[in-house]
Antibody
Framework: QVQLVQSGAVVKKPGASVRVSCKSS????????IYWIRQVPGQGLQWLGR????????NYAQNFQGRVSMTSDTSISTAYMDLDSLGSDDAAVYFC??????????????WGQGTLVTVSS | DIQLTQSPLSLSASVGDRVTITCRAS??????LNWYQQSPGKAPKLLIY???SLQHGVPSRFSGGGSGTNFTLTINSLQPEDFATYYC???????????FGPGTKVDI
């Protein structure tokens, strides 16, 4: 069965960087884009960007351009999200999700369990 | 940027009720809209895609409709496990942006 398993919760200091991993199984990894979405506790969902594991091509939300980097390692079916210069407003649960295309429409059909990133001095 | 609004932002209902949630886009997105359900402490779960298509395994009491700028999610005969927060999300592709609505919390 399709599964996306993320790395565990982390605590980072302001100004530091964080890497979250997302290991996929149960499907052909390079056949689907991986999307990253975050959720500040008690708030809504915010799309950060996506990576195509087949080509390495990325697209980032404008708010995160220059501060986020998304990569993948097809040999271990794992995607990564790096976020730099953390501030207190980056404290959130970060999700990865598999993007499936129906015609030209994208939907997020499987999600990781989420990774809590705490930013504290 | 395309913005999504939802109404209501919260509602109280009872088991067996019929509930309708509305999502409005700031510009036409055709049928490029998905609906997700999120229970506390869990990842979102896809319910409806392309505005009206039911995701495999989702109960038929969930249905979606609409196109352009106005969309609805209807839950017929609300069940205890349906008390959750519901998000709409658009997937307009040029340029890629995947905005979510603010969410509608359905509680007892």
């Amino acid at each position: 069965q399709v599964q996306l398993v993320q790395s565990g919760a982390v605590v980072k200091k302001p100004g530091a960087s964080v890497r979250v991993s997302c290991k996929s199984s149960g499907y052909t990894f390079f056949g689907y884009h991986i999307y990253w979405i975050r959720q500040v506790p008690g708030q809504g969902l915010q799309w950060l960007g996506r990576v195509d594991p087949n080509t390495g091509v990325t697209n980032y939300a404008q708010n995160f351009q220059g501060r986020v980097s998304m990569t993948s390692d097809t040999s271990i079916s794992t995607a990564y999200m790096d976020l730099d210069s953390l501030g207190s407003d980056d404290a959130a649960v970060y999700f990865c999700a598999r993007g499936r295309y129906v015609s030209t429409h994208v939907l997020f059909d499987f999600w990781g369990q989420g990774t809590l990133v705490t930013v504290s001095s | 940027d395309i913005q999504l609004t939802q109404s209501p932002l919260s509602l109280s209902a009872s088991v067996g009720d019929r509930v309708t949630i509305t999502c409005r886009a700031s510009q036409s997105i055709g049928t490029s809209l998905n609906w997700y359900q999120q229970s506390p402490g869990k990842a979102p779960k896809l319910l409806i895609y392309l505005a009206a298509s039911l995701q495999h395994g989702v109960p038929s009491r969930f249905s979606g409709g609409g196109s352009g700028t106005n969309f609805t999610l209807t839950i017929n005969s609300l069940q205890p496990e349906d008390f959750a927060t519901y998000y709409c999300q658009q997937s307009y592709r040029n340029p890629p942006m995947f905005t979510f609505g603010p969410g509608t919390k359905v509680d007892i």
